[in-house]
């Protein structure tokens, strides 16, 4: 990220002993030549450390629904203030894969399936420069191979724009995008540039023929930046919002399968609402009327009770005094 931004955000080492993936967010104020971007980092701590992965999805789903519902809650305001609202909601996930060249595992699999309906999936292979051209080549069609027959949707970058369609098009053959990342700065001849110094010599994240980083940085933050933060909020959030309405009651058509207001709507499950209530105060009248009776019942039978003994008392007492009288 600090290659990919130019910049150096603030950033620990995280522990892989964590029974449960984290999530650990973080907003920055970026500003280039009188460009502000408000940027929100969200690392997922623990992602894959645990012997059983199999929920390791699960903290993830959980965050970006919290984030739609946030913007939901906001939305349905009666004085709301959308224009000044801070918008958490992710836009981009950079999925990073391992170089293994054996094909995507399961948990990748599994978690990108999860999130492909809430958010816009980059795939990227990590540490491109530990396999070769032709092993990387190789593994970016076996990866999107493996994408198609899961049935996993990937983010695609827009080609219905005629100014971008040629590019967008040439960069989506590109996907998975293949990346080295640096923050130090080697000397190549006269010029500091980001890289890693190996003994066979310069790999240079900002050199085209040795990674993919500047296609990523480039389709990332100048060409495509608005058509992600509009797919999150025409489709990954408009399906987030009509599920979440359904949930409430809310529907565009009535019973008789013709359309039906949000009034009507209103009315009919406020009217539900009440019959719920009365329904539930006449069940609370009836159990405690029955909880009298009960009570009653039982208080006539200790009355009774006592009767009996005070009888028995006064009877025995009586025969004691007449035994007495008559000693």
């Known amino acids: 990220m600090d290659s990919l931004f130019n910049t150096t955000f603030d950033s620990t080492p995280s522990p892989h002993n964590l029974p449960a993936v984290k999530l650990k967010a973080k907003t920055y104020d970026l500003q280039e030549k ?25 903290a993830i789903v959980d965050y970006i629904d919290t984030q739609f519902e946030m913007f939901l809650q906001e939305e349905l305001k009666i004085k709301r203030s959308l224009v000044t609202y ?61 994408l198609v027959s899961n049935g996993v949707q990937i983010y695609q970058f827009p080609t219905d724009d005629d100014t971008i369609a040629e590019i967008n098009s040439a960069m989506n053959a590109l996907l998975p995008f293949a990346v080295v990342g640096s ?19 310069t790999v240079i994240v900002e050199n085209e023929n040795h990674c993919d980083f500047v296609k990523l940085r480039e389709m990332l933050i100048r060409t495509n930046m608005e058509d992600m933060r509009e797919q999150t909020h025409q489709r990954h959030y408009e399906l987030y ?5 359904e949930q409430m009651g809310f529907s565009d058509v009535g019973a008789d399968n013709k ?15 009440l019959q719920e209530l009365q329904r539930k105060e006449e069940e609370i009248r009836q159990m405690f009327v029955e909880r009298v009776k009960e009570k009653e019942t039982e208080l006539k039978d200790a009355e009774k009770e006592l009767h009996s003994k005070f009888d028995a008392l006064k009877k025995q007492h009586a025969e004691e005094k007449k035994k007495l009288e008559e000693d």
């Not at 923050?183 to 010599?201: E, H, I, L, M, S």
């Not at 207001?261 to 609402?273: G, N, V």
């Open 34 to 58: 009188n460009v502000n971007l408000k940027l929100t980092i969200v690392d997922t701590v623990g992602y894959g450390d645990q012997i059983n992965k199999e929920d390791s999805f699960k």
């Open 86 to 146: 801070h918008d958490t909601r992710i836009h981009t996930c950079l999925y990073f894969i391992s170089p293994t060249g054996h094909g995507l595992k399961s948990i990748d699999l599994v978690c990108m399936k999860k999130l492909d309906s809430k958010v816009n999936i980059i795939p990227i292979i990590a540490k491109a420069d530990t396999i070769s051209k032709v092993e990387l080549q190789r593994f970016k069609i076996k990866i999107m191979s493996e």
């Open 183 to 201: 923050t130090d700065f080697v000397r190549v001849g006269n010029k500091a540039v980001r890289g890693r110094q190996y003994p066979w010599g």
């Open 241 to 245: 919002r009509r599920m979440r309405l």
């Open 259 to 273: 359309p039906i207001s949000f009034q009507e709507t209103y009315e009919q499950k406020r009217q539900e609402h």
